[in-house]
């Protein structure tokens, strides 16, 4: 004891000897089920050794055995100065710790990647699969006994949780919130739907390159997420569904102290969590599931969230192949959009989370929801809601503008719908119903017009001699997971200008990729099997061939025989064609090599087989 007495008073001394002799008992093992500082420790062949290492270095940074001593709650910083959407992290990480230490645990954030949209060539996508092995194997490597995941720009939320699913630990998520809208000549705007709508009329001529400059300046006037209902605000709305946030946490501007209220509100519910152990794969049902989906369709959300909702899905070890894409159509089916945001309508977050945000939301859908669903609560969504009464404002004659009653929907039913018939698209394809311009494209047809890539179409789009009529369907190949790794969001096919300049707006648009949440149009998405693969039967359509949809029945074809389109495989097959690609994967290094040899496809969740609950070469 005389040794220690240089290190404090006689009291902590003690109390220290007693630590010690009650946690390095050498004839005791250390038990692998160990909370705290005792888990995952670092092999060196000793337990007791690894312990006594672990606490000498982080003891390096200041902390007492009585910090140690607490539940320790780690808090993920994906803050990069790269990441404008996540810009408020530095604020909202003091506010997290002051609610964890507030509440009796340890707070101890660590770093992982932080991808944004702009910023993440070739494509963010791409890196999602990337972040979700960073996120999932710094939980398991590190003594968190509950993990708080600050996320918000669009492949963030989705690989934290694809993560956070796999580590099995507790995990609680956090957003950074939308940002605001900005302002021009008198009218609202924000990215992302007026970049690409005022884009568009600068394609055509309707806008100069001082109104688009002027704009540029505008669209994106604070630190946030997309302040529209695009992936990033989908998967926020989708986290509160799942019952992966609070109630009210999706809506709220990243840059309000509300945001930073709910910042300190989530450390107090990790301490919680870590307390009672709540882990996502016992959390998470198939009622939780449903429910995201249910909402999905309420609020008009993303497609890009239908394909993390199935890589999502598919982590979970009993869920994983139970909840085919088809669900979303069933779900659809019962489910109107109540949502009045762009693209699907005519507003911002910002109304969204002033008009009640989720709270009121989940109230209106109450009838058409899973209300047993567990919650990071540890009650059910139903409890929660009892909880948290929304009060309708008494705003024109008792009608809440932005989230409309379910008498009165903003869309009938099917905001998204997935095509799951026909043969363009075999194992799946997506649409956003609701943000179709010309409702009568939902039922069209009309001769193709083929890309076989995004250079092809750069280059042929604004060809003047181009035989396009607004009647053609614009099809975009080979920009699939595989063959255009990442799946980019180039599936916002552009009409082409002699159209635009002639007001045309929207035409059926068809590809293998992806499009942004705040995208509209008729555009069907996500076709699988993607160009690519030498079975695709998009690989082989060609100019000229007539291809149909019909939103209402789910089909999505082309009218060329199953005997042409056989002929046409098999001579692509003798051309080398896209066999190259599809083959070349076993040769490319790094990981765009892991990345091809191991991507499934859309309608899986272009996630890596091996990462999947099914395991090593997934489904
Ligand atoms: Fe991050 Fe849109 S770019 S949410």
Redesign the pocket.
Known sequence: MPKLSALGSQEEEHHRLVFWATHYDLSTPIDPSSTGLKQNLTSYGDAHFSLFMRKLFIKALGYSEDALSRPIIGVVNTYSAF????ANIPQMLDAVKRGVQLSGGLAIEFPTISL???FASPT?MYLRNLMSMDTEEMIMAQPVDAVILIG???K?TPAQLMGGISANKPIIHLVTG??MPGSYQGFRIG??TDCRNNWAKFRAGTIDIEDISALNEEL?PTG???GVM????TMACLLVALGLMPLDSATAPAVSSARLRIAERTGTYAVTLAKTQLRPQTLLTRDSFLNAITVLQAIGGSTNAIVHLMAIINRHPTLAGTIPLSTVNSIGATTPLLVDLKPSGDNYMTDFHAAGGMVALLHELKPLLHLSARTITGKTLGEDLAQTPFRPLPFNNNRNPIIRPLTSPLYPHSSLIVFTKGNLAPGGAVLKASASKYRHLLQHRGPAIVFTSPADMASRIDDPSLPVTADSVLILQHIGPVGNPGMPEAGLIPIPRKLAAHGVEDMLRISDGRM???AGGTIILHVSPEAADPESVLGVVRDGDVVFCDVAQGVLGAEVSGVEIERRKEERRERGGTRGVWEARKGVRGYRGLYMREVNQAEMGADFGFLTAAGPGGW
Request: contains cysteine; negative net charge.
């Open positions: 990441n404008p959407c996540h944004h949209e702009s963010s918000g720009c669009d963030t939308p940002m990215a992302c994106a946030g997420t997309c695009g992936t990033a605000s942004s949440g705040t």
